[in-house]
């Protein structure tokens, strides 16, 4: 009760001072860039704008990332593309608490825009609000509760106007931006998970306007901003400042899964090895494992392209490795028909021109799964030849 009563002390001083900082414009526009957290759906952080109206007296939030948790379907919509987030808005109190309770850092950057570019923004949400309006299909790369803030700074007004300079490491594609968050969050599970979901799409290098799809690439966008030579970002403050959970253990959990991968792997070679009833029974095993569950993954790839308005998952090439007809492959492994010996071949050739573009196309495959594919593409080719 105590630290409450403290917070909204802290929480109407601070309130005062906006309010006569801004009477002159009327309107104060900041962007919040909260922290990430340690759950997986806060483990790229948020992003949210901040408007102080002075002459109205309120402090409103406006935030994308809103969805309906209790729709009846909302597992059946998440899964296909088809859950509809939404723009909300709620008091700066209510808001900032969660992240008291959560102790996530908050940053704000006010943004030093005309009256002009400030009313044109606030219009833009109100018209959001509405009902007709407020809903949009989220996309984890393109259409965001961080691309929409994106949109409402840098094309609100005149597009492109003001964008930074690029800032972001030459050639960085979407999956480089999504792997700095993901190994950071200690989390080598989640991004073997994500890199088999993901497309090509997400290995294309960003643009400047792309590179900030993010909460924190917005907040060093916005930072770097121009306009008229005079900074976008007119003073940035941390509004709740925790310091960072840091473990010595982290860097060494990728082992397991890469553990995982590296004996399911030497098992499919060992298992070439001979023809006694131990190696064949070797062989039956890992064979299932391999073709067998790469090929039901591959009937997920497939529906999450063809299934699905994720825009993200499209043109997957893991399709390459993880195929249905693996599952055809490891069935039919008892016979040496003609059809099935091309087929196998093809299969190991496609499988192995896929590792070699891994040369000069990192993205496409994970590291951790190359005992897997390599294997994959072996034991086709000695499946063909026997």
Not at 153 to 178: C, E, M, Q, V, Y
Not at 199 to 222: K, Q, W, Y
Not at 309 to 328: G, K, T, V
Not at 341 to 352: F, Y
Request: charged residues 20%; aromatic residues 14%.
């Amino acid at each position: 009760m105590i630290k409450r009563l403290l917070f909204l002390v802290v929480f109407l001083s601070a309130e005062a001072k906006i309010f006569a900082e801004d009477s002159r414009s009327g309107l104060r526009i900041s962007l919040l860039t909260c922290s990430p957290g340690e759950d997986l759906y806060a483990v790229f952080g948020h992003s949210a704008m901040r408007i102080v109206d002075s002459s109205a007296g309120t402090d409103i939030v406006y935030n994308f990332g809103t969805f309906d948790f209790s729709d009846p379907d909302f597992y059946t919509k998440f899964v296909r593309g088809k859950l509809r987030y939404f723009l909300s808005q709620a008091h700066y109190a209510d808001f900032i608490y969660e992240y008291v309770y959560f102790k996530r850092p908050v940053t704000e950057q006010v943004l030093a825009l005309s009256d002009r570019e400030k009313k044109a923004i606030q219009q833009a949400l109100f018209e959001n609000l509405s009902e007709e309006n407020r809903y949009y299909k989220y996309d984890f790369l393109f259409d965001n509760c961080t691309t929409r803030l994106r949109d409402l700074i840098f094309k609100t007004n005149t597009p492109g106007a003001f964008l930074p300079p690029p800032f972001a490491t030459r050639g960085s594609t979407f999956r480089d931006h999504l792997h700095s968050y993901l190994d950071r969050a200690d989390m080598p599970w989640t991004k073997l998970g994500i890199d088999i979901l993901l497309g090509a799409g997400a290995d294309r290098v960003m643009d400047v306007n792309e590179s900030m799809f993010l909460p924190d690439p917005l907040l060093l966008g916005v930072k770097r901003a121009r306009q008229s030579g005079k900074p976008v970002e007119m003073e940035s403050s941390m509004l709740l400042d925790y310091p960072e959970n840091t473990s010595q253990s982290k860097s060494l959990t990728w082992l397991v899964p890469a553990l995982i991968f590296f004996i399911i792997g030497l098992l499919a070679f060992v298992g070439s090895s001979g023809k006694s009833a131990l190696m064949q029974e070797v062989s039956g095993w890992t064979d299932l494992l391999i073709f067998g569950v790469s090929g039901l993954l591959g009937f997920v790839l497939l529906f999450t392209w063809f299934g699905t308005d994720h825009e993200s998952f499209r043109y997957n090439l893991n399709l390459i490795w993880a195929n249905p007809f693996n599952i055809l492959i490891f069935y039919q492994r008892a016979k040496r028909t003609g059809w099935y010996k091309k087929l196998l071949k093809i299969n190991a050739i496609l499988i192995l021109l896929l590792i070699v573009a891994y040369l000069v196309w990192p993205g496409i495959i994970n590291p951790l799964l190359f005992p897997v594919v390599i294997a994959l593409s072996f034991r086709s080719w000695i499946l063909s030849r026997s």
